[in-house]
């Protein structure tokens, strides 16, 4: 049976080019990048020449990057990093459609004594800056929200959020593990103080991210050791994860113009025929301001546990959220959040494409779609 | 039989392993489910370690898992939580707090593994479902019905908890097991190199670890917010004598000795409980002795029902030896009043009456 992705929101395959300039790394350019003979030498430049490959593709200066072990920890870092930073009353904004990097570290901060809001999104799934402003308090000290949102893809007005938080001059966290790669990002544009990315969401390599920390930002240590990452973040650096890290970066940063508009091409069609050839179906959240390849679809009267499973028994996969929260006997927490009942929260897929959809499979996918919809509603296995 | 996939029900355990590997081994098309069915880290106050008898465990799942890989088929996990807390944890609690004791292995069988999970083989296009089961599955033609049938290995039979099985279920179920004893099964999974070959059985209720269904449900109360309204009450004699107090009806069983916290001289049994004014009726082993009881909700599987009183041996709980009794038809078709041969000890009501002849299973119900 040939097997056909549709989940690349969940994560990518490594791209050629990424693999090959990963490989050396392992056997022959191996050093420890602190060493101070020539084979440290060489790792540390390994390290330092993707750094300013992941730099330039947020528009950041290159010791503003601080490498770590993906965008969890990015974005443990920025919130923990910065609700843990003072003493005292704290209170923290984000919005109720974040990652569970985000949300999860917001209720252990809650734990430890501060006071966290939860901005709603209306049904579009895209926040209302103004809510931002209508919520910050005195001793409000992270703003923290999502570039792109990883079940519906909207994209969030960040610059327009940032603008109201350097006003009250608060730092601004932005979480940016599903844009980086499908939209153009430039932190200093969007006025982003903390933002969060990840390779393998990006054609690279599992186990690495990094947290921008625009100069003069402070944020606490959360582990503990020795010297590198500027004394941000200790640990031998994962040269060749890092080094296939900044490939993918400049990569995506190339592609960018000339593969969005192909995917977005293809995720419309997709739309498109699902709605006119399946009945009761539906696109959840806005259209408009998403990333090129996401979309999320409800499928009325289905479950979309058992979807899933079909499809995949058919060669597709897609899933129902996102991919660590797989299993959850709770509807998910965005598609509740921007309105939709439980049932029919149950009841939607997302699709997530990448540079290596083509329409035949966009096709494919559609009978798949229709017979397995069709075939569930007729069982009625209920959501 | 048609070649489309049979769903099989893996729990991680040995018996469903071998079904599947069996399956497999046989060339049909399989698809293994492993149906995640209650949430062992959300009432953490019961999480003792090395607790016996825990269902859905990450373990188990990475045991199915395993095994699956092993036999090269396709392999899902399932969220069922939510139909199992309402269809057989809620009742569960409900029962015990009005003074039954019930029978959740019953009713997961008739609501999840039966329903729900044939639900789920239809999604994945299959027409069957196997399970680890120990019980046979017959096809009459005769009467035109399919009929269930005690295990070959006796002592692990499993017909007590499957009497709610209706015709349609029936007709779509594979209990490969059914002909095969225990040691057996273990011999062909170690024959069959199966990861689990090794592994410990599964005991009592899946979800209450260590057995202990008293903090089961004070901890689920719990969580859930629920506070029974009043659960202190007298512990009084048949003849109406107070010896003492509990502290709820549902921590008692009907034929339970021990845990009374009274003492008198000769040994005194919970003879019955009544939630309505919390009193826990105790007193010696002849008064647990019952010649009748009426079951309701009464399921017919090898008969189309009962018009006339019929004879058959009757098993009042699972560790019962069936005993002969008569069986009389009520006016409501879903009641059967059951006269026993000889007095049966601690009639419970809430466990379930279950009809035999000889092996077969001619029905069952819920003694009242």
């Known amino acids: 049976m040939e097997r ?134 005195s001793e409000t000290v992270l703003v923290s929200v999502m570039h792109a949102n990883n079940e519906l893809g909207t994209v969030q007005p960040i610059a327009e959020i940032a603008r109201i938080t350097r006003e009250a001059g608060v730092v601004f966290h932005v979480d940016g593990v599903q844009a980086l790669g499908k939209i153009p990002v430039n932190v200093s544009a969007l006025g982003a103080d903390l933002y969060s990315t990840s390779a393998h969401k ?89 990333t090129p390849n996401t979309t999320n679809i409800y499928f009325d009267g289905i479950d979309g546990e058992a979807l899933v499973i079909a499809l995949d028994l058919r060669g597709f996969a897609v899933s129902t959220g996102s991919a660590c929260s797989s299993g959850a006997v709770t509807p998910s927490h965005v598609l509740t959040a921007i309105g939709l009942s439980a049932e029919r929260a149950r009841a939607s897929i997302r699709f997530s494409l990448g540079t290596s959809t083509t329409g035949q499979q966009v096709d494919a996918l559609v009978e798949a779609l229709e017979a397995s919809v069709v075939h569930l509603r007729r069982i009625s296995v209920h959501a | 039989m048609p070649d489309t996939p049979i769903a099989v029900a893996m729990s991680g355990g040995v018996d469903s392993s071998t079904v599947a590997a069996l399956l497999a081994r046989q060339g049909r098309p399989v698809v293994g489910l492993t149906m995640q069915l209650w949430n062992q880290r959300r009432l953490p106050e019961l999480s003792v370690e090395g607790a016996t008898g825990r269902c859905c465990s990450l373990d188990d799942v990475y045991d199915a898992r395993r095994v699956a890989e092993q036999i090269g088929i396709p392999y899902y996990v399932v969220n069922f939580e939510r139909q199992f807390e309402e269809q057989v944890v809620k009742p569960f609690v409900a029962e015990y707090l009005a003074g039954r004791t019930p029978v959740p292995c019953t009713l997961c069988n008739n609501y999840i593994k039966f329903d729900r999970f044939l639900e789920m083989a239809d ?97 689920y109360l719990r969580d859930t917010g629920v506070e029974p309204e009043r659960t202190r009450g007298p512990i009084v004699t048949s003849s109406g004598r107070t010896l003492g107090e509990h502290q709820g009806v549902h921590h008692f069983t009907v034929g339970q000795r021990r845990g009374l916290g009274v003492a008198v001289g000769e040994p005194l049994y919970v003879i019955s409980t009544d939630a309505q004014s919390q009193r826990v009726v105790v007193g010696g082993n002849d008064e647990l002795l019952v010649a009748r009881l009426v079951a309701k909700g009464v399921n017919w599987i090898s008969l189309v029902g009962a018009p006339a009183p019929i004879r058959a041996q009757v098993k009042i709980r699972n560790k019962h030896a069936a005993a002969w009794a008569t069986l009389q038809a009520a006016s409501d078709p879903l009641r059967v009043e059951v006269l026993f041969d000889e007095p049966q000890r601690a009639v419970t009501p809430g466990q379930g009456a279950v009809f035999y002849d000889g092996d077969l299973v001619l029905g069952g119900g819920w003694i009242e």
């Open chain 1, 202 to 290: 990006l054609y690279g390599p599992k186990g690495v991210g990094a947290l921008y920390v625009r100069k003069g930002t402070r944020i606490a240590a959360l582990t503990f050791g020795g010297h590198h990452e500027r004394d941000r973040r200790p640990g031998t650096e994962n040269v060749p994860a890092i080094v296939g890290f900044g490939v993918a970066a400049e990569l995506a940063a190339g592609n960018l113009a000339t593969d969005g508009e192909r995917i977005a091409g293809l995720r419309d069609r997709l739309e498109t025929v699902v709605l006119d050839r399946i009945a009761e179906t539906g696109i959840n959240g806005a259209r408009t301001a998403r």
């Open chain 1, 4 to 137: 056909v992705y549709f989940d690349h929101n969940a994560t990518t395959p490594v791209a050629s080019e990424v693999l090959e300039a990963m490989v050396p790394a392992f056997g022959q350019t191996y050093g420890n990048a602190s060493s101070i003979h020539h084979f440290g030498q060489v790792a540390k430049q390994r390290l330092e020449a993707a750094r300013r490959q992941i730099a330039a593709s947020i528009h950041a200066h290159p010791a503003e990057v601080v490498f770590t072990s993906g965008g969890t920890e990015a974005d443990n870092m920025a919130v923990l990093g910065i609700g843990r930073a003072v003493s005292g009353p704290r209170h923290l904004i984000t919005t109720a459609i974040e990652h569970p990097a985000v949300l999860a570290v917001c209720r252990q901060l809650e734990r430890e004594g501060a006071e966290v809001t939860r901005l709603p999104v209306g049904s579009t799934g895209v926040l209302d800056p103004e809510s931002v402003r209508s919520a910050l308090r």
């Open chain 2, 123 to 219: 999604a994945v296009g299959a027409d069957h479902i196997a399970t680890g089961h120990y019980a046979r599955i017959r096809y009459c033609a005769e009467s035109g019905r399919y009929q269930l049938l005690r295990a070959v290995d006796g002592s692990k039979d499993q017909t007590y908890f499957l009497f709610g099985l209706t015709q349609p279920q029936l007709a779509r179920t594979l209990f490969p097991l059914g002909e095969m004893t225990k040691p057996e099964v273990r011999e062909l999974a170690r024959a069959m190199d199966l990861s689990v070959a090794g592994k410990g059985d599964s005991q009592e209720i899946c979800f209450v670890p260590n057995g202990d269904y008293a903090a089961f449900m004070s901890a």
